[in-house]
């Protein structure tokens, strides 16, 4: 089984900053695109950052100049650098990737893979 596993959450004052971290790990044949979505209290989920095969990245204009996303593919991991954070930020925070696997009958397969999100709290 694939597993996406994120880390660095926590609580942080207004301006401060996070690093968090998903690492992938399983059978893995082939990672695609990686992205960082984020559910605030009351609200929709929504796509925070994205980072495709090729590297090139998008951003919610909420977080743009403040929030970076990287990968590390020796690692089959994806970053997001959060700087000057502010209340608004707070959510869990979810990683996903489209991850190509084999499956047997069905040779190879790709398919989007979520982890169980960590908490991202802005508070004084």
């Known amino acids: 089984q694939v597993h996406l596993v994120e880390s660095g959450g926590g609580l942080v004052q207004p301006g401060g900053s996070l690093r968090l971290s998903c690492a992938a790990s399983?059978?893995?044949?082939?990672?695609?695109?990686m992205n960082w979505y984020r559910r605030a209290p009351g609200k929709q989920r929504e796509l925070v950052a994205a980072?495709?095969?090729?590297?090139?990245?998008n951003y919610a204009d909420s977080v743009k100049g403040r929030f970076t996303i990287s990968r590390d593919n020796a690692k089959n991991t994806v970053y997001l650098q959060m700087n000057n954070l502010k209340p608004e930020d707070t959510a869990v925070y979810f990683c996903?990737?489209?991850?190509?696997?084999?499956?047997?009958?069905?040779?190879?397969?790709?398919?989007?893979?979520w982890g169980q999100g960590t908490q991202v709290t802005v508070s004084s």
């Open positions: 996903n990737a489209d991850i190509t696997v084999y499956s047997g009958m069905y040779g190879y397969t790709t398919n989007g893979y």
């Open positions: 399983g059978s893995i044949f082939r990672i695609g695109a």
């Open positions: 980072m495709s095969s090729d590297v090139s990245t």
